[in-house]
């Protein structure tokens, strides 16, 4: 399978995450606690980041794919 994570990263420090397979942000931080909080309860942040597995993973994993196959 695919995964999406989409992470958040001030001075190396991951705040704040998405990850596709559980489908919700997660904070690491207090601040991205707080913030994971409020974006997943907002439908259209969090629908913007589910569409991400779509729009990005497998539009790009079919293009690589198919790459590798011209290439055997």
Do not use: M, P
Request: hydrophobic share 35%.
């Amino acid at each position: 399978g695919i995964e999406y994570i989409d992470s958040y990263v001030f001075n190396k420090v991951e705040h704040i995450r998405f990850n596709s397979t559980v489908g919700r942000f997660v904070g690491y931080t207090e601040h991205g606690v707080k913030n994971a909080e409020a974006w997943n309860s907002d439908a259209g942040i969090l629908g913007q980041e589910q569409a991400g597995l779509e729009r990005f993973c497998k539009h790009n994993a079919d293009i690589y794919y198919s790459a590798i196959r011209d290439k055997t």
